[in-house]
T-cell receptor, first 113, second 112 residues
Framework: DGGITQSPKYLFRKEGQNVTLSCEQN?????MYWYRQDPGQGLRLIYY???????QKGDIAEGYSVSREKKESFPLTVTSAQKNPTAFYLC????????????FGPGTRLLVL | KQEVTQIPAALSVPEGENLVLNCSFT??????LQWFRQDPGKGLTSLLL?????REQTSGRLNASLDKSSGRSTLYIAASQPGDSATYLC???????????FGKGTLLTVNP
């Protein structure tokens, strides 16, 4: 059953803590993306990767970091430098570029304690 | 800078009604436009993708049209059902390999 999985569904962050959101896909897609969704706003691109071992900053990369060591995996770390991390985080993938259909995971909701 | 607007922000209709959701974009030099559906607390599901050379795409009760020159797209839903209740988002690709510009969505409620 092909698709994208994200874990955990809910994540709580304490002040000054780094947390990592998992994203895995078995669609054999080259491109993967991380978006942030806030109430009343459109999705905003945090980071994207078009190939293993390569990734680029999106529109709101400050306070976030990523890695792409495997084709299937694109974890996102929310660092302590991100002062307003409370949001719904969505991972997506596409065959090669954003010119093709993007497939989304179920999302992770990050809350600050 | 591309901007995508979806009006209305929310729409409530009785079951069985045909309805139209609107999406407008400021830069008509687009590569394609996608319509997505998002259920509360869930990820996005792609509904239709229209290439810039196409005028419309159909999938079941859904029909999406594109008028590039006027910067508009519409999503037509025929014979609406309560299960169609969700937020509908449109997203534009302007030729970039990585970027989609999303609208804020229209929250649709179909009442039984």
């Amino acid at each position: 059953d092909g698709g994208i999985t994200q874990s955990p569904k809910y994540l709580f962050r304490k002040e000054g803590q780094n947390v990592t959101l998992s994203c895995e896909q078995n669609l054999n897609h080259d491109a993967m993306y991380w978006y942030r969704q806030d109430p009343g706003q459109g999705l905003r691109l945090i980071y994207y990767s078009q190939i293993v071992n390569d990734f680029q900053k999106g529109d709101i990369a400050e306070g976030y970091s990523v890695s792409r060591e495997k084709k299937e995996s694109f974890p996102l770390t929310v660092t302590s430098a991100q002062k307003n991390p409370t949001a719904f985080y969505l991972c997506a993938s596409s065959m090669r570029t954003a010119q093709e259909t993007q497939y989304f995971g179920p999302g992770t909701r990050l809350l600050v304690l | 800078k591309q901007e995508v607007t979806q009006i209305p922000a929310a729409l409530s209709v009785p079951e069985g009604e045909n309805l139209v959701l609107n999406c407008s974009f400021t830069d008509s030099a687009i590569y394609n436009l996608q319509w997505f559906r998002q259920d509360p607390g869930k990820g996005l599901t792609s509904l239709l993708l229209i290439q810039s050379s196409q005028r419309e795409q159909t999938s079941g009760r859904l029909n999406a049209s594109l008028d590039k020159s006027s910067g508009r797209s519409t999503l037509y839903i025929a014979a609406s059902q309560p299960g169609d209740s969700a937020t509908y988002l449109c997203a534009v690709n302007g030729g970039s390999n990585y970027k989609l510009t999303f609208g804020k969505g229209t929250l649709l409620t179909v009442n039984p």
